[in-house]
C-alpha cells in the first residue's frame, strides 16, 4: 500500500476517534479530515471511496451516525441519506 494511502487512513481512524466525547483529541476530526485531504491532493491519490463517502462535502465534518449525523434510508429511491450537523446531505445509493 502506498505511504500516503496509508497516512489517509490512519488520520480517519483518529478523526472517527476523536467523535467521542470522551476522547483527548475530542473536536478535532474537522482537522483530520483536512489533512487527510491536503495529503490526497498533494499526492494526487483519491481517498478511498468508503472514507469519502463519510465526509460531508459541505463542512468537511466525518459523518458519524448518533454523534453529528442522522441516518434515514429511503428505500424507494435506493439510498442512505445522511444528514450532517451542518444541515448537509448525502445520498449513498446502494442499488
Ligand atoms: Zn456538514
Known amino acids: ?26 473536536g478535532l476530526g474537522k482537522r483530520y479530515v483536512h489533512i487527510a485531504e491536503e495529503i490526497s491532493s498533494h499526492y494526487r491519490i483519491r481517498i478511498p471511496n468508503e472514507i469519502r463517502v463519510q465526509i460531508c462535502r459541505s463542512c468537511h465534518n466525518l459523518l458519524v451516525p448518533g454523534i453529528n449525523a442522522k441516518v434515514r434510508v429511503v428505500s424507494g429511491k435506493g439510498y442512505v441519506a445522511y444528514a450532517c450537523e451542518c444541515g448537509a446531505e448525502r445520498h449513498i445509493f446502494y442499488k
Open 1 to 26: 500500500m502506498e505511504v500516503a494511502e496509508f497516512r489517509i487512513k490512519r488520520l480517519f481512524l483518529l478523526a472517527k476517534e476523536s467523535m467521542d466525547p470522551d476522547s483527548p483529541m475530542h
